[in-house]
């Protein structure tokens, strides 16, 4: 966000005004941190369940089995073409109770921050934060507020748990997939952190490539729902085997994740994995492969193969499934193995990263 933050705007913004930037006081317990609650936080996320403001909040869940995570954000620079760390805390952490099928209801939210971090900029943060989880449907419900001193931090990090509900019917998985199912990506692989690089080397393409990060609940909804509709008698949903949004370690390491879990072997055709013509040439100018370039708005599906057509025409009537593409199968052979087809029609082994290509991505 590049928009100048008013401060007038906040309520009683006299008390942050005296001090421009994060100081170790914010985080003591005291008046100041108070008023960073009252003023800052509270304005933003106000909802039923954080205005208990108890050392714990009383929630109220729909019938269901609950899915519960956490994460924790600590991207480098904080803003990027796309979003902003407070986007990636929110979407972040829904999204991976969206592979489990389950709806996102509530977030918990901790900051840590460091002395000096300008008022403005966490304001900026905290703002889009707001705006992510009304764009998700969540509410912040409860959270805390630590201050380390300068240089013991690198401005802000977030940490967000989740917490949701599983539909009684839907059970998926990372060890449920089966020889025969269809993988799916719902989108172009690698925007996300190509995107961060860019921003860090100073890069500049012809387009420029803006990170994915999005809520991704309202897709899998849709997939669940074509999954449902087999003729007559609507099937069960858990006809969705399995779901990873591909984070850290990109396609690769999804799929070898799901391979390991559920012990059976996968094989993709690189041809048909959607990239972005600008992702390619920064990966190869960098020496990157996509496939092992991070996402923050896109997901890996495995369902059997009859209801892949089914599925596909659901993501692709969705904002975030446009590009979505059926990009290779699972198989009774080699189990825990990722094999894929290249462009001139060999195959080839698709290990699990060594290391971290692009670290502090998220």
């Known amino acids: 966000m590049t928009d100048k933050l008013n401060l007038l705007g906040w309520t009683c913004p006299r008390p942050l005004q005296n001090y421009p930037t994060i100081v170790m006081g914010h985080g003591s317990g005291g008046k100041m941190m108070a008023d960073l609650i009252e003023h800052l936080f509270a304005p933003a996320f106000d909802n039923e369940w954080l205005r208990q403001m108890g050392d714990s909040t009383a929630l109220e869940l729909p019938a269901g089995k609950a899915a519960f995570t956490t ?152 997939m669940m729902a074509a999954a449902g509709k087999g003729g007559d008698k609507p099937a069960p949903l858990q006809t969705i085997h399995c779901l990873r949004d591909a984070t850290r370690g990109g396609l690769a390491a999804v799929l070898n994740e799901l391979a390991g879990s559920s012990k059976v072997g996968i094989e993709f055709d690189e041809r048909k994995v959607p990239t972005r013509p600008e992702v390619n040439a920064a990966c190869e100018m960098l020496g990157l492969d996509p496939l092992y370039i991070a996402n923050e708005g896109k997901l890996v599906a495995i369902v059997p193969e009859g209801m892949a057509e089914k599925v596909l025409a659901a993501m692709r009537g969705h904002e975030y499934g446009k590009d979505a593409a059926i990009i290779g199968r699972v198989v009774k052979e080699h189990p825990g193995l990722v094999t894929a087809k290249t462009a001139i029609g060999g195959m080839r082994v698709v290990d699990v990263p060594a290391g971290e290509l692009l670290p502090r991505i998220c």
């Open 71 to 222: 994460d924790s954000f600590v991207v480098s620079p904080l803003f990027f073409p796309g979003g902003n760390i407070g986007e990636l805390a929110v979407y972040g952490t829904v999204n991976d109770l969206a592979m489990r099928g389950a709806k996102p209801l509530y977030l918990s939210a901790g900051f840590i921050l460091e002395e000096g971090l300008p008022m403005e900029t966490l304001g900026n943060i905290v703002t889009a934060m707001a705006a992510a989880c009304k764009k998700a449907g969540v509410k912040i419900a409860t959270g805390d507020t630590k201050v380390v001193q300068k240089g013991h931090g690198d401005g802000i990090y977030i940490n967000t748990s989740g917490l949701g509900v599983i539909p009684a019917d839907v059970e998926i998985g990372p060890a449920n997939a089966r020889p025969g199912d269809a993988v799916l990506v719902s989108g172009t692989m690698g925007n996300h952190g190509i995107a961060i690089m860019s921003v860090r080397e100073g890069l500049t393409f012809e387009t420029e490539i803006q990170s994915d990060t999005a809520p991704l609940y309202g897709l899998v909804e849709a």
